[in-house]
């Protein structure tokens, strides 16, 4: 069992910047996927990004351009750095871990990011 702890959530005002980070208990290097995902009052949670073992990355359209996540395998953590962002960012955003096949998802507890002037 892999915990998973975000941090960097914040308030932030409109064209801000924010990092979020991800450090997981465990090793990393060997999972399919970590990702980052957010959910809004009352809306379905969706995936924001993610990153393959790889290293290839996956990002839903309406961050692409402004959001980059990164993975560091040696600290078993991972990073969504988010500039420009916008009040429609405003989301609880959840660390997700894909350990491979047949193996459920680990989750993070979630940090708040509040974009508004």
């Known amino acids: 069992q892999v915990q998973l702890v975000e941090s960097g959530g914040g308030l932030v005002q409109p064209g801000g910047s924010l990092r979020l980070s991800c450090a997981a208990s465990?090793?990393?290097?060997?999972?399919?996927?970590m990702g980052w995902y957010r959910q809004a009052p009352g809306t379905q949670r969706e995936l924001v990004a993610f990153?393959?073992?790889?290293?290839?990355?996956h990002y839903v359209d309406s961050v692409k351009g402004r959001f980059t996540i990164s993975r560091d395998n040696a600290k078993n953590t991972v990073y969504l750095q988010m500039n420009s962002l916008k009040i429609e960012d405003t989301a609880v955003y959840y660390c997700?871990?894909?350990?491979?096949?047949?193996?459920?998802?680990?989750w993070g507890q979630g940090t708040q990011v509040t974009v508004s002037s």
């Open positions: 997700n871990a894909d350990p491979g096949p047949k193996v459920p998802y680990y």
């Open positions: 465990g090793s990393i290097s060997s999972f399919n996927a």
């Open positions: 990153i393959t073992s790889r290293g290839s990355t």
